[in-house]
């Protein structure tokens, strides 16, 4: 059984959290996240410990979205790589891919737009 830590930023984030656990879970992973790990109050370094020595007995990370947003998944990440971990990127979620859709859109209206100033000038 591959050991996984979830990893990323959580912060208002329990549900993609949550939700990549279970798919891992599903897929037959023992799943660690950070939601269920106890910090101590002295800090970003101390709660930085708590995270690599829970990384320490994991065969594989699983990073959420954004994580290249949040230093500690930076640091989590790097450690990963340095143990020779398998590193997994869980999936968007579906609203997110809908914004990425949404953007896209507007990104092409806006190019339309300016296209069509630059022919009449």
Not at 30 to 48: N, Q, R, S
Not at 60 to 69: C, F, M, Q, R, V
Not at 72 to 78: A, G, T
Request: hydrophobic share 50%; aromatic share 6%; with cysteine.
């Amino acid at each position: 059984m591959i050991r996984t830590f979830v990893f990323g930023h959580t912060a208002g984030n329990h549900q993609a959290v949550e939700a990549e656990a279970d798919r891992l879970h599903n897929l037959g992973h023992e799943v660690i996240t950070t939601i269920e790990l106890d910090y101590p109050a002295e800090g970003w370094v101390a709660a930085m410990a708590v995270n690599l020595r829970e990384l320490f007995s994991c065969d594989a990370i699983s990073l959420l979205p954004g994580w290249e947003d949040w230093p500690e998944s930076l640091v989590s990440h790097q450690a990963a790589v340095r143990l020779g971990l398998q590193i997994i990127l869980a999936p968007r979620s579906e609203p997110y891919a809908m914004e990425l859709i949404r953007a896209a859109v507007e990104t092409d209206r806006l190019l339309a737009q300016i296209r069509a100033r630059r022919a009449t000038v």
